[in-house]
C-alpha cells in the first residue's frame, strides 16, 4: 500500500489537524469532527449543515464558509457522520434564523441526518432538509434507495449558501436548494477502483483495459463495463445520459469532476468534448467549473454534472464565496 498516511485509524483525524493548520478562518474540532466557520453563528442568517464520508474532499469540509456551508461533519472513509456530530455542528451555528441540512442520497446519511433533525428540534432548533440525488446512472445502488447524490451537491451547497448569505429565510433557502436539486443531473464514469486506507487494497474489480460506466462515488457499480474508450466517447455517452434525463430548456452550469485520481490536463481535455456534445445537442453553457470537487479518494475518472439555471440560480452561483475549495468574487 502506498498513501500518504500514518496509519489507517489515524488518517480522518490526521487530516483535520492539517485542514485546522492550514485554514485558520475555519474552527475545526478534530476529536468531535465537525469543520464550523470561524465567525459562526453569524446573526440573522440561515445556517447551512452538510457532511458524509471522507474520502470525497474537498466535499464537504473544503466548501465550508461565506457564501457555502456554515459547518461541516466528516465521518470515517466512505461512512457517514453519527447524529451528534450533526446536532453538535447544528448547535454551534444555529443563530436562531433555522438551520437547513444538505444530505446526499445514501442510506446511512439520509437516517442519521433525519435522526440528528429531530434531536436538534428537540433542543429548539429550527431545522430544514433537503435530499440531494442527481445521478441518472442507476435508480438504486447498494447504498441507496433512489437515485444517489454526487457532483448536484456541490451546486446546492453553492447556490443556497449564496441565498442563506443574503439573509433569505429558511424557508426561501430550503426552496432554492430543492429547485437546485430538482435541476441537476451526473453521471460518473471509473478508469479505475479506488482503495480505502483500511482496505490497502482496491475496493472493486475493475480489469485492465476496461471502465465502468455510472460508477458510483463509492465505487458502486453503474450501468454496464466497457472496453476502455476514448474520450471523446466518454464524453458522448456520459453528456447524453445526462442530457436525456434533464431535458434542458435553458443555459445550464457545467461541472466536469475528477475522482481525484486524474489529472487536469486529461480533465480539462475531457471538457473540451463535454462543450462540443453540449454544443452539438445545443444546450447552451453559461458557466463551467472543472476541477476534482467530489472524489473518491484515488479513482481515477471523471462525472458530469449539469444543473439547469435561470436568471436568480446564475445570479446565486455568481455571487461571492470563500471557502478552502471554491473562492471567487470577493
Not at 192 to 220: M, N, Q, R, W, Y
Request: aromatic share 4%.
Amino acid at each position: 500500500m502506498r498513501m500518504l498516511i500514518n496509519v489507517p485509524e489515524t488518517v480522518v483525524a490526521d487530516a483535520l489537524r492539517g485542514m485546522a493548520a492550514a485554514h485558520p478562518e475555519l474552527t475545526v474540532d478534530v476529536e468531535r469532527r465537525v469543520v464550523v466557520r470561524r465567525d459562526a453563528p453569524v446573526a440573522g442568517k440561515v445556517a447551512l449543515v452538510s457532511g458524509g464520508g471522507s474520502g470525497h474532499e474537498p466535499l464537504h469540509g473544503g466548501f465550508v464558509g461565506p457564501g457555502m456551508l456554515t459547518a461541516a461533519c466528516p465521518g470515517e472513509v466512505f461512512t457517514s457522520p453519527v447524529p451528534d456530530q450533526m446536532v453538535r455542528a447544528a448547535a454551534a451555528v444555529d443563530s436562531g434564523a433555522g438551520v437547513l441540512f444538505v444530505v446526499k442520497n445514501y442510506t446511512g446519511d439520509v437516517l442519521n441526518f433525519e435522526m440528528a433533525a429531530e434531536l436538534a428540534e428537540d433542543e429548539g432548533i429550527q431545522v430544514a432538509k433537503v435530499l440531494v440525488d442527481d445521478d441518472v446512472a442507476v435508480t438504486d445502488s447498494l447504498y441507496t434507495a433512489g437515485r444517489r447524490g454526487t457532483g448536484g451537491t456541490l451546486f446546492v451547497e453553492k447556490i443556497a449558501g449564496a441565498a442563506a448569505e443574503e439573509g433569505a429565510p429558511l424557508e426561501r433557502v430550503e426552496a432554492i436548494a430543492r429547485r437546485v436539486n430538482g435541476r441537476s443531473r451526473s453521471f460518473g464514469v471509473a478508469l479505475s477502483a479506488c482503495t480505502t486506507p483500511a482496505k490497502g487494497s482496491p475496493t472493486f474489480d475493475l480489469p485492465p483495459g476496461e471502465l465502468e460506466l455510472g460508477v458510483g462515488i463509492h465505487g458502486e457499480p453503474g450501468r454496464e463495463r466497457r472496453a476502455m474508450m476514448t474520450s471523446r466517447e466518454i464524453a458522448d455517452y456520459a453528456v447524453d445520459a445526462v442530457v436525456e434525463d434533464l431535458e434542458p430548456a435553458g443555459p445550464v452550469i457545467a461541472l466536469v469532476n475528477g475522482m481525484g485520481g486524474t489529472p487536469l490536463l486529461e480533465l480539462y481535455g475531457f471538457n473540451a468534448e463535454v462543450q462540443r456534445v453540449l454544443g452539438e445537442r445545443g444546450v447552451p453553457v453559461a458557466r463551467t467549473l472543472v476541477g476534482n470537487y467530489v472524489t473518491s479518494l484515488d479513482m481515477a475518472g471523471c462525472s458530469v454534472t449539469l444543473c439547469e439555471v435561470d436568471e436568480e440560480l446564475l445570479r446565486l452561483w455568481d455571487a461571492p464565496v470563500q471557502t478552502p475549495a471554491l473562492r471567487w468574487g470577493r
